[in-house]
């Protein structure tokens, strides 16, 4: 396996999670109330601690223990309930009165009536509230059999405006839909707009993972069109609407043999690409996932860490890894990742949380 160099660090990098998606430009857009500010040519990447000095970092030895569940207030339940897709940004120093903010979709009992995007708050990553002012969730659809929202991911844009994208499916219709919405106060957020809209007879983008870096938007996603699933990535111009290219395939190295991506995240440190693969066994909808690290020198080209970086199992929590993101930190003086991941606990319903857990190098 390659190694990604880690360079150093007292770098002053824009914080937080980043998402990928789309395909094309949109037919339409709808109407904003808040017009997201003009593009500029800053790199967004993602907060490295002071004090990490040069090193490599090898995927095949990152590891760490099953997370910590934390309670995350939805529109469904206020007091903490279940949900996932996590992404989670984080702005050192704080941005507007918190250092961590995070999206995700509640999904009570794999319920998708309530897979909607909602935006929390945080000073420590671990105590969650809803900011004072902000109505959960940002978009509401119907569910199944109707259109359903799923797979947020949340980055700081240019001009330090926080940019929430989601997936909308529209089965009736055949189409998935990629929207965004911004905000400069993490309360107040913008009429969405959306920026690409695919036939599900051609493709269909899971959990995009947007990037803003030189300028323009950049995207990776699992095209589950293909099988087995395909990592893909897009570039795109400095407006999410902008348009996008054609999608190219994405190497992330060798899976088991019964194993395709299902979910991912992917952000950049200090120049280098790393992130967290979600994979499951073929044609399973996410069955028996794992959560793999990768990380590459450029777009297109990464591997793996082989098998997953935390247990899949843990008693009364998850049996099933599923979507994450992570920032680069210190536990105990020693240098590594924090990750929130979402898991399932397979059951009648099922059910979903959200933990958090802390990977390191070994």
Known sequence: MKKASLRGLAATVAAGAIAVLAISAPSHALPDTQTPPEADTESTVEQWPPGLTERDVDPDSVRGPSGRKISIPTHRSPEGGQTTHPSVVRVPGGWNGFEYWMAHTPYPGGDDRYEDPNIVASHDGIAWSTPRGLRNPIDDRPGSPGPYNSDVDLRMG???????FWRTLMPEQRQE????STSTDGVTWSAKKEFMRNDMSVRRLLSPSLLYENGRWV???????????????????????????????????????????????IGKFDGEYLGLLNDSTRSTTGHDGDLLFIAGNGHRDFDNSGRS??????AGRHDHLYRAS??????????????????????EPDVWNVLVTFVRDR
Do not use: C
């Open 158 to 164: 240019p001009s330090d405006t926080m940019y929430l």
């Open 177 to 180: 839909r990629l929207y965004y």
């Open 219 to 265: 995207m990776w996603a699992v095209d589950m069109k293909p099988s087995p699933n395909r990592v893909v990535y897009l570039k795109g111009g400095p407006r999410p609407e902008s348009g996008w290219s054609s999608p190219a395939r994405v190497d992330v190295g060798e899976l088991r043999e019964d194993r395709e991506p299902w979910h991912l995240w």
């Open 309 to 314: 970086i935390i247990p899949r199992f843990q």
């Open 326 to 347: 992570m920032i680069a930190d210190f536990q105990n003086g020693r240098p590594g990742y924090r990750v929130w991941y979402s898991a399932r606990l397979e059951g």
